[in-house]
């Protein structure tokens, strides 16, 4: 998607902090983070949120829930992390964009805001 914020991200056309990439994702850091670690984990392929996911995506989505536990793992965040995703405005989502929020280092109410 030539306007999307993310792709570009993901496409090195706008500067952003990756931390990891595979094929399949990529990871970096949030530019107004909410916790001590707040990193967002997309896909490369284009969609806008989990509504717009099919069962075809089935292992991708996978795939980014397990990149976030390693990479909690690797930050040491196992006394507690959250990953959310927001899907749709009134959810608070921003970038449409499937993105996966990794936030960890501190302690987290339920339920959210
Ligand atoms: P959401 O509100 O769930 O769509 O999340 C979008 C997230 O993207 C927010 O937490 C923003 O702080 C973050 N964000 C917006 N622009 C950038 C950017 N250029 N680089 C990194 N993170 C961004
Ligand atoms: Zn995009």
């Known amino acids: 998607m030539n306007d999307c914020l993310f792709c570009k991200i993901g496409a090195k056309k706008i500067p952003g902090k990756i931390v990891y990439e595979d094929d399949r994702v990529f990871a970096f850091e949030d530019i107004n983070p909410q916790a001590p670690t707040h990193i967002l984990i997309?896909?490369?392929?284009?969609f806008?949120?989990?509504?717009d996911a099919a069962q075809e995506d089935a292992a991708l989505l996978g795939h980014i829930l397990l990149v976030a536990a390693s990479l909690a793992r690797e930050r040491n965040l196992l006394e507690g992390y959250r990953t959310v995703f927001n899907n749709?405005?009134?959810a608070g989502q921003s970038v449409f964009h499937l993105h996966l929020h990794l936030l960890g280092g501190r302690t987290?109410?339920?339920p959210p805001g």
């Open 48 to 51: 806008s949120s989990l509504t």
């Open 42 to 46: 997309s896909p490369w392929k284009h």
């Open 88 to 90: 749709g405005a009134g």
């Open 108 to 110: 987290f109410r339920w």
